[in-house]
């Protein structure tokens, strides 16, 4: 069965750190861009993390940029986000979601990411992450 499947979420009090897994099986991932997505209550999806197949290039939106990173480990067919120093205005479901790499070839990693993942077919279903004292 080809999926993804995100792990690592939890509540932590603010200026804490989580790291968030999201395993592939019945595919390989390191053919696919694999973004991080996250949507609040009342709010839209956003991108939060994304990362190409190919090169490595990565984007990270502003909010989070300098406290989270985003890598990935194709030996264990699984992409991690580093989450430090985090916020309340942090707290939401967290997804992550692959794209075919051929995406890639007519659109940025930076575009595809603040396109809230339109251009991702396949995803998760969601850890949340709660922070709060």
């Known amino acids: 069965q080809v999926q993804l499947v995100e792990s690592g979420g939890g509540l932590v009090q603010p200026g804490g750190s989580l790291r968030l897994s999201c395993a592939a099986s019945g595919f390989t991932l390191d053919i696919y861009a694999i973004g991080w997505f996250r949507q609040a209550p009342g709010k839209e999806r956003e991108g939060v993390s994304c990362i190409s197949s190919s090169d490595g290039s990565t984007y990270y939106a502003d909010s989070v940029k300098g406290r989270f990173t985003i890598s990935r480990d194709n030996a264990k067919n699984t992409v991690y986000l580093q989450m430090n120093s985090l916020k309340p205005e942090d707290t939401a479901v967290y997804y992550c979601?692959?794209?075919?790499?051929?995406?890639?070839?007519?659109?940025?990693?930076?575009?595809?990411?603040?396109?809230?993942?339109?251009?991702?077919?396949?995803w998760g279903q969601g850890t949340q992450v709660t922070v709060s004292s």
């Open positions: 979601a692959a794209a075919p790499a051929v995406v890639t070839t007519i659109m940025t990693i930076a575009t595809m990411c603040r396109r809230a993942g339109y251009e991702y077919d396949l």
